[in-house]
């Protein structure tokens, strides 16, 4: 039966994406991750799947790692076609990262914090970068600030010229 609510196409489509994902990746793939609306639960039948994979070795480069990700988009594809056949008209945007790469940060984890939705995470390892961003944002008093649909961070509320904080 196919699905017919936005979030029954949702949760198949992230069923099919881990399985996608892992058949390629293989032992490459160490965490994948949705996040924006799909992660916070809150999708549009026109939502983006924002993904974020984690594999070592993946190749150098945004474009080698697109095309290193058209396999997994490709068995997507016919799933995603009879979606948008019923309305629901989703693509997949997919980010890449190492492990050493996510050691070094990005700013796109603080969004993560609260909106990530662990589909594989070998031995826990993007869990527990996520909780350790999360004790060093409560550290700090950070807060996240919403002003109807979008929000922004207010990173050290105390802050105060001069002030040098690190993240």
């Not at 997994?72 to 492990?99: D, I, N, W």
């Not at 944002?137 to 002030?163: C, E, H, S, T, V």
Request: net charge negative.
């Amino acid at each position: 039966m196919a699905p017919q609510t936005v979030h029954e196409h949702i949760d198949a489509l992230l069923d099919r994406l881990q399985q996608s994902a892992r058949a390629h990746y293989q032992d490459r793939l160490v965490s994948l991750v949705a996040f924006g609306s799909m992660g916070r639960g809150t999708p549009r039948p026109d939502s983006d799947l924002d993904v974020l994979i984690v594999a070592e070795p993946l190749p150098v480069g945004r474009i080698a790692r697109l095309d290193d990700f058209a396999s997994v988009e490709r068995a997507l594809m016919p799933y995603l076609q009879e979606a948008a056949h019923a309305g629901f008209h989703t693509e997949c945007s997919p980010v890449f990262k190492t492990p050493a790469e996510v050691r070094a940060g990005s700013p796109l984890f603080f969004d993560l914090v609260d909106d990530a939705k662990l589909l594989f995470d070998r031995d826990a390892f993007f869990a527990d970068a996520l909780a350790m961003l999360r004790l060093r944002l409560q550290a700090l008093g950070a807060r996240r600030i919403w002003r109807g649909n979008a929000w922004f961070w207010d990173l050290k509320p105390d802050y105060r010229p001069g002030d040098v904080f690190q993240l």
